[in-house]
């Protein structure tokens, strides 16, 4: 039986413990981890805050375009006249609260050279497919689009093969293909920004963007948003990145046609994750990787993101590290595993111990005790109080950098429905990024182990790094994804018109409610 006596010696001695040296270097490590995550979110906010002033400035000159364009001369119709023809191709899965939306801020682009959406499902059966449908119908023929059935992948994964197949059909004159997933909500000068880059700068590989993560307001959310935002730095340089995110990836149509660097090959022949594919090719050939700095996309997360989806989400994370295409890239996985893992749990020890710490000077201040534990106990709580300013500083950073992509976004997309911080709450943004930052090794540990996961319903087993077996049963299925909750299932052959009515009804009402300025 534990006794008082016996639990606050246990505490005593364990905050003694955690005053020896190597304790005390692993608590100032856990700071320092702390301050260089705030550094990289200042210097991120800096890149993205600067793309800010220089869209005042271009708008105090008379630019009205400015969230298309910094130089307005770039609209003359003689430029627009010459842009080249992009091609988009989305693979879809599954039918989501926020679909229709995205999906809408996509083929309404304001792009001025050709521009053709090809959506690519697996099977009519896909919920996707009749949504997307109703859809285009609307549009009719103001848009060029089309709804392509890729059929079922067997040798690499579902949403590799519906690029593909896009990629496959589309148009001959296309120079650029954007492959986006179909949770990405551009604004009206996406591809027009893309694009101008891509121009300027043939060199360039790869064009991508990153995910500005809107929480639902559940822990599962908020341990997505955590996730997202260590790896945010990396996107926000306003040039050149070794980092690249699927759901947003601009490159050369030719580099497809001719299977420049084994593109084509190299996806389909056993290609898990298209992002951690097409890096470890630039990498092996020294292409370059840019990511503009207006590259930044809201992403609502699912109003009902449970825990248990955020951590179906975390498996497929890091189950890409077990993914690779030559040895230099499973040695460069390896060490981002092992870096990962020691910064994720070397981010939380430190909390644990300031844990133990406070509640030994909680219990040696309402007990007498010697002057030896007054000693350790204050040498305990100077380490706490490092840990806790750190971390002021730390969530200051990580406050500002989302305020700024926030007023970005909003400036980018002047007519759609405002973004405000003043949803966040970031007492739960702590919390989630301890949970996320402890749980991240136990993912990866149980990735490497298990060498298979359950993307979507569809079991990918690999072998060497690439997929050497698909399992499709109907009990692998899940009834909504993880992190839009988008519907996998629906009804084979029916349309969910309840869903696309009232979705519709939604999207119409934030597009004509007036906007609020709300940073």
């Given at each position: ?12 001695n ?17 700071c ?17 805050g ?5 869209m005042?400035s ?5 630019n009205?375009?400015?969230f ?17 023809r ?40 896909d ?26 992948s ?22 650029y ?10 604004h ?12 300027k700068?043939?060199?360039?590989f ?10 639902s307001?559940t ?12 790896c ?32 084509v090959?190299?996806l389909?022949?056993?290609g ?5 594919t ?27 993101l ?19 295409t ?21 981010f ?12 030994a ?17 204050c ?20 406050w500002?950098?989302?305020?700024i ?30 949970v ?5 090794p ?31 049963h ?7 994804t ?36 709300n940073?």
């Open positions: 039986m534990v006794t008082v006596d016996s639990f606050d010696a246990f505490l005593f364990a905050s003694r413990a955690l005053c020896s040296p190597l304790a005390v270097f692993i608590q100032i490590q856990g320092l981890i702390v301050l260089i995550l705030a550094l990289g979110w200042a210097l991120a906010a800096y890149v993205r600067r793309e800010i002033r220089r005042k271009s708008m105090k000159s008379g009205s375009f400015a298309l364009t910094l130089d307005i001369n770039e609209l003359e119709h003689s430029n627009q006249a010459n842009l080249p992009v091609t988009v191709v989305m693979p879809l899965k599954g039918f989501g609260e926020h679909n229709l939306h995205n999906w809408r801020s996509q083929i309404t682009s304001l792009y001025g050279g050709p521009l053709e959406f090809l959506f690519v499902v697996e099977s009519t059966a919920p996707a497919y009749h949504a997307v449908k109703c859809l285009l119908a609307d549009f009719k023929d103001a848009v060029e689009a089309k709804v392509i059935v890729a059929g079922l067997t040798t690499c994964s579902q949403k590799i093969h519906n690029q593909l197949v896009g990629v496959d059909q589309m148009h001959k004159d296309t120079k293909v954007l492959f986006l997933d179909d949770d990405v909500r551009l009206p000068g996406s591809i027009g920004a893309l694009t101008t880059e891509m121009e700068n043939p060199d360039i790869i064009q991508t963007g990153y995910p500005l993560d809107l929480p307001g822990l599962g959310s908020y341990c997505i948003y955590g996730y997202h935002m260590p945010s730095m990396g996107f926000a340089t306003g040039g050149k990145t070794f980092f690249l995110w699927g759901g947003c990836m601009m490159m050369h149509a030719n580099d497809f046609r001719t299977d420049r660097h084994c593109v090959s190299g389909r022949d056993g898990y994750s298209d992002d951690m097409l890096a470890a090719i630039a990498g092996a050939h020294k292409r370059l990787i840019t990511s503009p700095p207006v590259a930044v996309f809201p992403h609502p997360l699912a109003t009902d449970t825990f248990p989806r955020y951590w179906n989400y975390l498996r497929k994370q890091t189950f890409v590290l077990e993914s690779y030559t040895k230099v890239n499973w040695i460069m996985n390896r060490a981002l595993f092992t870096s990962h893992c020691y910064l994720s749990w070397g939380v020890s430190p909390y644990v111990m300031a844990g133990i710490h406070v509640a000077a909680l219990r040696h201040y309402l007990k007498e005790n010697s002057l030896e534990g007054t000693v350790m106990t040498n305990g709580l100077l380490l706490v109080a490092c840990l806790a300013v750190c971390t002021v500083i730390e969530l200051l950073s990580m500002n950098l989302t305020r992509e926030v007023h970005l976004c909003n400036m980018l997309s002047p007519e759609a429905p405002q973004l405000s911080l003043a949803s966040y709450n970031w007492c739960l943004v702590f919390i989630a990024m301890l996320d930052n402890f749980l991240y136990l993912s990866a540990m149980r990735s490497h182990l298990s060498q298979s996961i359950n993307w979507s319903g569809i079991r990918y087993h690999l072998k060497d790094g690439k997929i050497c077996k698909i399992d499709r109907k009990h692998l299925v899940p009834k909504i993880d992190l839009a909750g988008k519907d996998l299932l629906g009804k084979q052959g029916s349309i969910p018109k309840v869903a696309i009515i009232s979705t519709l009804s939604r999207t119409l009402a934030q597009w004509r409610q007036p906007k609020k300025y940073i």
